[in-house]
């Protein structure tokens, strides 16, 4: 069973290398093309809360394809579907263009990339019936994915459609590594200074996530109001000049984040289907093999998250540890502009998320707090 199992991941592999055509008379699919927020599944955080988004409802029609079939040979056909990766071009940055091995049903093997999954994989018509639909349920892993229906008689291929899922959540932005800002405060002789200053340094980037610099513009804005506060409050308190440290946001698609970390505290074991349907099972060897879902950055999905450093930044991606933040002042720039903080971590440092989404926008109002 285990071999069969590899036998069908190369032949998955070797399936999704080829491509159909389409001319436009045979686009008869609804909708063509279609953009979803990631999901949340049971990764690592089996406890912990899932967020699923509605499926889409994809509606294929096969009339042409099925024309001259009498009913009597009605039996003969069946519709199958398939899920297949399609980017074009890492736009998600999502790391999965590099291989990543794990224990695929106790057998050491390439990671399946999560590809999301349907409610059925296959439909036997009725008697005279020539569309069919079915739903997509997203994938946690942000870029582009076709939903493949093919129609076959007495074993042959008679037809094929695609719908486009472009799974990403909208609207993020990159941030900008080094910002200024003006501070406004009043020097001891009460004159009032306008101060051009450094407000951060977003660091972090490496092997497994280079553009891990994207927000909401809400959450941005309000990142860069929460800034000048916290400086022009520290430099009342300790009269020194104070650069915040931040770290990983969100990727530019957002979804799942951390791809590439080795446990070093215990196994983990992942269920899921691969792109026909078919079950099988992770395992992550403690310590050895490379996982595509972190515990880190589980909640780095959404481009309302980052992290941020206990200790001032040099101005360059470096640390100033003469500057220790203060545990205070940032909780109260925190608050005052609507982010929850947490201390977390190793190393230690601050966690923040923007809280506003939550009452705005419906996606972000199925997340706890």
Not at 51 to 64: A, R
Not at 331 to 357: C, Q, T, V, W
Request: with cysteine; aromatic share 16%.
């Amino acid at each position: 069973m285990k071999k069969n199992y590899l036998l069908g991941l190369f032949a998955i592999v070797a399936f999704c290398s080829c491509s159909f055509s389409f001319s436009e008379e045979d686009l008869t699919v609804h909708p063509v093309e279609f953009e979803v927020p990631p999901n949340k599944y049971k990764d690592d955080t089996p406890d912990e809360f899932n967020n699923s988004i509605e499926p889409q409802t994809i509606w294929f029609d096969f009339t042409k394809d099925l024309e001259g079939i009498p009913d009597e040979e009605w039996g003969n056909i069946v519709v199958k579907f398939h899920i297949q990766e399609a980017d074009d071009e890492n736009y998600a940055d999502n790391n999965l263009n590099q291989v990543f091995w794990a224990m695929i049903n106790d057998v050491y093997f390439v990671i399946p990339r999560p590809v999301g999954y349907l409610d059925t994989y296959q439909i036997v018509p009725n008697i005279g019936q020539k569309t069919v639909t079915i739903k997509y349920y997203a994938s946690d892993i942000s870029g582009i994915y076709d939903i493949i229906g093919v129609v076959y008689y007495k074993g042959d291929v008679i037809g094929s459609k695609s719908s486009k899922a472009i799974v990403k959540i909208p609207d993020l932005n990159g941030v900008q590594r080094d910002v200024w800002g003006y501070i406004t405060y009043t020097d001891p002789f009460g004159q009032v200074i306008d101060r051009d200053s450094q407000l951060w340094y977003i660091g972090g980037t490496n092997f497994y996530h280079v553009q891990n610099n994207f927000l909401k513009p809400d959450a941005a804005e309000m990142l860069y109001l929460l800034a000048k506060r916290y400086i022009k409050d520290y430099y009342v308190s300790w009269n020194k000049w104070f650069i915040l440290r931040l770290n990983d946001m969100s990727l530019p698609w957002g979804g799942m984040f951390w791809i590439g970390y080795v446990s070093k505290s215990a196994n983990l074991t992942i269920n899921r289907v691969d792109v026909h349907g078919t079950p099988y099972t992770i395992l992550y060897r403690m310590g050895f093999d490379l996982r595509i879902y972190a515990p880190h950055h589980w909640y780095h999905r959404h481009g309302i998250n980052f992290d941020l450093g206990v200790v001032a930044d040099n101005g360059n991606g470096g640390k100033d540890e003469s500057k220790d933040i203060d545990d205070f002042l940032i909780r109260d720039a925190a608050d005052y502009f609507n982010f929850d903080i947490i201390f977390e971590g190793d190393p230690p440092h601050y966690h923040l998320k923007y809280l506003n989404p939550r009452r705005t926008n419906p996606y972000y109002q199925t997340f706890p707090n």
